[in-house]
């Protein structure tokens, strides 16, 4: 009876894991090739026939690169695209929100993901600056991210946070040491900032590269 118990619990067991590593598998096959930090450099994001292959997965998917893929090219979707009319896309964000958030809760060390948050919060018109100050505290991220970054604090209320202030800083002055290539895109923030975002630039500039301090005001 014992034999037959164990072997029963054996073979239970082996097809679960044959189970498990068929999912497995199977996401390593679909898994959209796109990362949050694609998300601010310009990538193309993937078709939306294979977004959906991806998502069915993802709804009971506990592989965080899996999760955070598919959250990041739903929100270039929703980003990126023009969208067919203002009901829709607020019904995309929130789609997008959705899994984002659910990608950060198995894997929450992604601070690009955060940004991604941050960002569709800014689109939706909601409270981003818990979403973005997680972006900073979770790690770093590449330039281009980090320039976006900047775009997301200075146009909104994420200005206003002093501990933002100081943090967003530290991307300013990476984006100056690299001037000639971010130098337009400092401009276009600093058009489109708040009052509050502009001061930020301007303090962190004045102190940085003056010279460039002086462009801005020009604006």
Do not use: C
Not at 19 to 36: K, M, T
Not at 210 to 215: A, D, S, V
């Amino acid at each position: 009876m014992n034999m037959i118990l164990l072997r029963a619990i054996g073979i239970s067991t082996a097809i679960v894991l044959a189970l498990h590593a068929s999912v497995e598998f199977y996401g390593d096959l679909i898994r959209p090739n796109f990362r949050a930090s694609d998300l601010f450099s310009g990538e193309i994001p993937p078709e939306k026939a294979k977004l959906a292959t991806a998502g069915r997965l993802a709804s009971f998917s506990w592989d965080g690169d899996l999760l955070a893929n598919y959250a990041a090219a739903m929100a270039a979707d929703v980003l990126h695209r023009p969208a067919t009319d203002a009901g829709g896309r607020a019904s995309e964000n929130k789609a997008a929100q959705a899994a984002v958030v659910a990608a950060l809760k198995v894997s929450p060390i992604r601070p690009a993901l955060w940004l991604t948050l941050g960002t569709l919060q800014t689109q939706a018109g909601e409270a981003a600056t818990p979403a973005v100050k997680m972006s900073y505290l979770t790690g770093s991220v590449p330039i281009d991210v980090a320039m976006s970054r900047v775009r997301t604090v200075t146009s909104g209320a994420a200005a206003t946070d002093e501990e933002i202030r100081l943090l967003a800083q530290s991307d300013i002055r990476t984006a100056l040491a690299n001037r000639s290539r971010y130098e337009p895109l400092l401009v276009a923030a600093y058009v489109q900032a708040t009052p509050q975002g502009k001061s930020l630039l301007l303090e962190t500039t004045k102190v940085t590269d003056p010279k460039f301090n002086e462009i801005l005001r020009r604006y």
